[in-house]
């Protein structure tokens, strides 16, 4: 069974940075896209960033120049960059997997537990 476990969140000045880290536990067959998505009080759920696994990346209007997105197969991770964070950059922050579990199974979503991250001003 696979399981995602995020780290590296935290309180931070704005100006400040923070590196977030996805990690997977587990095996399966193949990892597609993962990506981060952040979710502040009142606010649906939305795309900071992904990356297929050709390594192409896309970001989110208002943290692109800021934020960088890399993974590391071999250590079944993804990562997130936050530099000069904002206080609108505060939310939980989630990473989610394109993952197929095995040959013979369809691509599923997987998410991990979500980490906070809060930004002051």
């Known amino acids: 069974q696979v399981q995602l476990v995020e780290s590296g969140g935290g309180l931070v000045q704005a100006g400040g940075s923070l590196r977030l880290s996805c990690v997977a536990s587990?095996?399966?067959?193949?990892?597609?896209?993962m990506a981060w998505y952040r979710q502040a009080p009142g606010k649906q759920r939305e795309l900071v960033a992904d990356?297929?696994?050709?390594?192409?990346?896309n970001y989110a209007a208002s943290v692109k120049g800021r934020f960088t997105i890399s993974r590391d197969n071999a250590k079944k991770a993804v990562y997130l960059q936050m530099n000069s964070l904002k206080p609108e950059d505060t939310a939980v922050y989630y990473c989610?997997?394109?993952?197929?579990?095995?040959?013979?199974?369809?691509?599923?979503?997987?998410w991990g537990q979500g980490i906070q991250v809060t930004v002051s001003s």
């Open positions: 587990g095996s399966f067959f193949s990892i597609n896209a």
């Open positions: 989610n997997w394109k993952i197929k579990p095995t040959a013979f199974r369809r691509e599923a979503d997987y």
């Open positions: 990356i297929t696994d050709g390594g192409s990346t």
